[in-house]
């Protein structure tokens, strides 16, 4: 974003990054951009000649990331790095950012690579903490979204974006720690070495970052086009996207503002960020995934060719819906008349693997509830396996490509009759 003698940029870092950061500003500054502030990731320009500048971006780890700005020790740490030559611009976390002019007489702020080694080691805890619980929150709805109901994840666009996006973050979120770790270890052994620390690079990052910003980008055009019926459920989808980061900003100023004490800053930040990420991942991988679907549900008394009315019995309150993606489709149906009912699913692949896994998803699930499973020797052809439950009310039909999960409430049809009207219906 940029106007005439503004530039904003987002870009994500961490401690063990700094001087990749400092790389990145040094060339904006070449190009005419001299750095005014940071807010969370969002890096904010004002325009300057063209000119070499030298930065310090430093991490100041006696100080916390839940302490206002401009505590007495990071009043004190500017002064003395004012008093060494260097020109404060601003803080972000821990981390504290000076420059000064190419050919400056200023003083190095950390004389020793170890001192400055083990203060971004330190200040590294809480990034790992965050990062290792975003991996948890990651894994855990990948679990949800995927294995609960394999079958409505994979026949839900809306589901299948929500999977893609949180596992390409998982991915980035283990490449994070993997390369903290490699750099820890790395850099440990050099010190024992006597050598020089080394430290990421700008290009690293740049790639890093450019991975992340395809992800939020998938995600964020496949809700809104897909968002619902009108382009204002779009929007209001998109802009849930940003809960998270308004939260967090919301706090920030709160915290600046107010100048509570650590303990209560602590509880604001964690509290808040695990309330917008559960409050994202919720609305957007469940209840809102699943409601806005409404141009397939419109479809669905289409679909329905087999009904309880086509057992004797009255078809008073039908329910059916349907759902299809790239990979799957699924169809619902249930209806009771107050004494007889019928449930029914029908869920279709061209991909093996997601009948395969819909199939052990849904004989788990028998067994779970203590039901039993079964194989029946029916009448339908030797392609078709079927299975029951112990009371024979639960009926399981697999085909290649096609599964038939039946679910009767009546007594008074033969097994074979009631399997081979599916099999008619649904298989031929």
Known sequence: MMSINTKITLFIFFPHE?????????????????????????????????????????????ISEFDHKDTNVALEYRDYCIAAGWKYICQKGKVQVFYSEEGADTVPIYTEGSEKFKSILKASINFVIAQLLAMFIFIFNIYIQL???????????????????????????????????????????????????????????????????????LLIFSLALEGGKTVGQGVSLVGLMFIPIIISIVLAIIINKKHYSRTTNIILYVGGFIIGILLLVHVI??????????????????????????????????????????????????????????????????????????ESMILERLRRNNLGVNLYKSKLPNNITVYHDDKKRNYILVSENKIVNITKGFNNISEDEILASFYNKFFI
């Open 285 to 358: 991988g469940n209840d809102l995934i699943s409601h806005l679907d409404s141009n397939n549900l419109n479809k669905a008394s289409d679909k329905v060719t087999l009904s309880l009315i086509d057992f004797g019995y009255k078809d008073k309150s039908p329910y059916s819906s349907f759902k299809k993606s790239i990979i799957a489709e699924k169809l619902e149906y249930s209806n009771s008349d107050g004494e007889n009912d019928l449930m029914y699913t029908v869920f279709k692949s061209r991909y093996p693997v997601a009948i395969k896994l819909d």
């Open 147 to 217: 294995f609960d109901n394999v079958d409505t994840a994979l026949s839900n666009s809306y589901t299948l974006v929500f999977i893609a996006v949180m596992v390409t973050f998982g991915i980035v979120t283990s490449m994070e720690l993997i390369d903290f770790f490699f750099w820890l270890v790395k850099n440990i052994r050099y010190l024992k070495q006597n050598k020089n620390i080394k430290y990421s690079n700008f290009k690293r990052i740049r790639i890093k970052n450019l991975v992340k910003g395809l992800a939020a980008l």
């Open 18 to 62: 700094c001087e990749a950061v400092e790389e990145y500003l040094e060339g904006m500054a070449v190009r005419g951009w001299l750095l005014k502030s940071i807010s969370g990731n969002i890096f904010s320009f004002k325009r300057i000649e063209p000119r070499k500048l030298k930065y310090s971006v430093d991490v100041l780890h006696k």
